[in-house]
């Protein structure tokens, strides 16, 4: 009787607790539904604006460290949008805050420089602009690397997440960063007060443009996601002469052709194949005539890679290769190669593994599992991972937002020919659907990190 009785108890307490699952798991499921409802309803209400200012700032790009009309328009926006602003800071960066009680604090980053690349898209928005650089030189200017789609997303994400303001507690920083494509723009800022100015994250999350993903998809890359990268000036100094008296010079395009060779080693034979690393000699400059043998030659090198070992072993390797190479041509030291680094970091992108987690929940429940890709690392870069390399650290995560149509990505995998890449003159990105993928995902990551609560103290 009495074991009876306690079994009976046991099956309603399974059964209670049970119910109890179902109905929280049911109500979690349609608040989570209802809230992408509403983003998507505010997605397609501020969609017409966002168009127009994406194809103003398409046809309008500035380059890095020269972004100041662009700064203005991402300052203004951000205002409307209910955020505090403050503008210049580590050069045209824009600081938008918006706080709405305790909670969690989430920075979004947006970069909002274009590139010295004239375009060749033929789109009725194209850029036709000429602008100065930062050494006031003339040069065209485009935004191949879709910054443009960047700035739409975030200030629709603004506009988005202000909207459910009475859902969600916490501190939102939305920043326009410059400088980007020099990998200057988020050190600056962090220089300039961006922890300490304004509130400090908890975590940072962005997204940069694909061209390689359909638009209307996205894909995530856990822990390395991009490369370090450091940029390398280097000035092969000879002896010059006529170049019918080769015997009487030292001839500085033979000593680079060598040099280029031997560079070639630092990956093949210093480097484990395990260790992904590049060294691409991208620029070789010598000579003015036929018969002349000139008195130097300048190089420029790109350097990849992803742990700081081997960004460090690259370029102590290059210092050594260099020396070598006057000593064996016989140079004085004063003539020996000079190599130049352009920048001390190496600004390698590192998604945070339980962050970049959470991050790929809120895309797939945004646009679906069957839009959401695991991708590969790549070896181009960004500076986006500087703002979590501070102390203590603080978890970032980036993902690829499509934005190609599906015709012509289905038409690249049947044929294997090679769609514009970014940077390309030919990168024209689809805007709508692109832009409205970007908003939807962007604004349920920053809804659902919103959601975790009171951060601990």
């Known amino acids: 009787m009495i074991i009876g009785t306690n079994s009976s108890l046991l099956h309603m307490k399974q059964y209670l607790f049970f119910a109890i699952f179902i109905f929280f798991f049911t109500h979690h499921s349609f608040a989570q539904k209802e809230v992408q409802s509403q983003i998507n309803a505010i997605t397609e209400k501020e969609y017409p604006r966002l168009e127009e200012l994406y194809k103003h700032l398409h046809a309008n790009p500035e380059l890095s460290n020269m972004e100041k009309n662009t700064a203005a328009s991402v300052a203004k926006e951000l205002r409307e949008a209910g955020f505090v602003v403050t503008e210049n800071v580590g050069g045209y960066g824009v600081v938008g805050v918006l706080k709405n009680g305790e909670g969690r604090t989430i920075l979004v980053r947006a970069d909002i420089d274009g590139l010295p690349v004239k375009e060749e898209t033929g789109l009725p928005y194209a850029s036709k602009a000429i602008v100065k650089d930062d050494k006031n030189t003339d040069q065209p200017a485009m935004h191949a690397c879709g910054h443009d789609i960047h700035i739409s997303v975030m200030l629709g994400t603004a506009k988005a997440i202000s909207q459910l303001k009475n859902q969600w507690k916490g501190t939102l920083v939305f920043i326009g960063q410059p400088a980007e494509e020099k990998v200057q723009g988020a050190e600056r800022m962090l220089k300039d007060g961006l922890y300490t100015r304004f509130p400090r994250p908890d975590y940072c ?3 940069h443009a694909s061209a390689s993903l359909p638009a209307g998809k996205v894909g995530y890359c856990p822990e390395y996601s991009m490369a370090n990268v450091n940029s390398v000036n280097i000035t092969v100094y000879g002896e010059g002469g006529h170049g019918a008296y080769p015997h009487t010079t030292k001839d500085p395009i033979v000593l680079s052709a060598y040099l280029i060779t031997q560079l070639q080693t630092i990956v093949s034979r210093q480097t484990s194949p395990l260790e992904p690393c590049v060294v691409t000699v991208g620029s070789i400059h010598g000579g003015s005539k036929h018969n002349i043998i000139s008195n130097e030659v300048k190089l420029q090198l790109t350097l990849r890679s992803y742990s700081e ?9 290059i210092k050594k290769i260099t020396r070598g190479l006057g000593i064996a041509a016989g140079l004085p030291e004063s003539k020996f190669p000079k190599v130049e680094i352009d920048n001390e970091n190496g600004y390698a992108l590192y998604n945070h593994p339980e962050l970049t987690d959470k ?29 979590g390399k501070v102390n203590p650290s603080i978890p970032v995560c980036m993902y690829w937002l499509g934005t190609v149509s599906q015709e012509k990505y289905d038409e690249s995998q049947s044929t294997g020919l090679q769609m514009p890449s970014l940077h390309s003159s030919l990168f024209a990105p689809l805007p709508e659907p692109s832009i409205k993928t970007g908003i939807k995902t962007m604004t349920k990551a920053v809804f659902d990190l919103l959601g975790e609560g009171v951060k601990k103290k």
Do not use: W, Y
Request: charged share 25%; no cysteine.
């Open 205 to 207: 999350i962005s997204l």
């Open 309 to 317: 070992k081997v960004r460090q072993n690259t370029i102590e390797s």
């Open 359 to 387: 991050v790929v929940k809120s895309l797939k429940s945004a646009i679906g599992e069957q839009n959401v890709e695991k991708v590969p690392p790549v070896m181009a870069a960004e500076d986006f991972g500087e703002l």
